[in-house]
């Protein structure tokens, strides 16, 4: 089992930066394929980006690409996503999420560990 603390949300201003950090409590971290989520108040959870164990292949969702960015450091345990050019839109609640499958899936089932979310509120 994996458990995974997000950190590294916050209050910021359309166009701003931020970057969220995720912790995982394993060792074998780099084994697991690492997706970011989020859900903003009233909708359904929906994909952000994913990245596979070995940083070779990443997945963006397209409301994000271009202006997230997501990475990993297995020699830290720790998945990472810089967020640049915010926008309102951004505003939600980020969770980190870990699968044992090698594809960088979209898919919300396909994850069998999340962490607890950390907020990002972007203002206009």
């Known amino acids: 089992q994996v458990r995974l603390v997000e950190s590294g949300g916050g209050l910021v201003q359309a166009g701003d930066s931020l970057r969220l950090s995720c912790a995982a409590s394993?060792?074998?971290?780099?084994?697991?394929?690492m997706g970011w989520f989020r859900q903003a108040p009233g909708k359904y959870r929906e994909f952000v980006a994913a990245i596979n164990g070995a940083s070779s292949i990443t997945n963006y969702a397209d409301s994000v690409k271009g202006r997230f960015t997501i990475s990993r450091d297995n020699a830290k345990n720790t998945l990472y996503l810089q967020m640049n050019s915010l926008k309102p839109e951004d505003t939600a609640t980020y969770y980190c999420?870990?699968?044992?499958?090698?594809?960088?899936?979209?898919?919300?089932?396909?994850?069998?560990?999340w962490g607890q979310g950390t907020q990002v509120t972007v203002s206009s």
């Open positions: 394993r060792s074998t971290f780099g084994r697991y394929t």
């Open positions: 999420a870990a699968r044992e499958g090698r594809t960088t899936s979209s898919q919300q089932y396909n994850y069998d560990y």
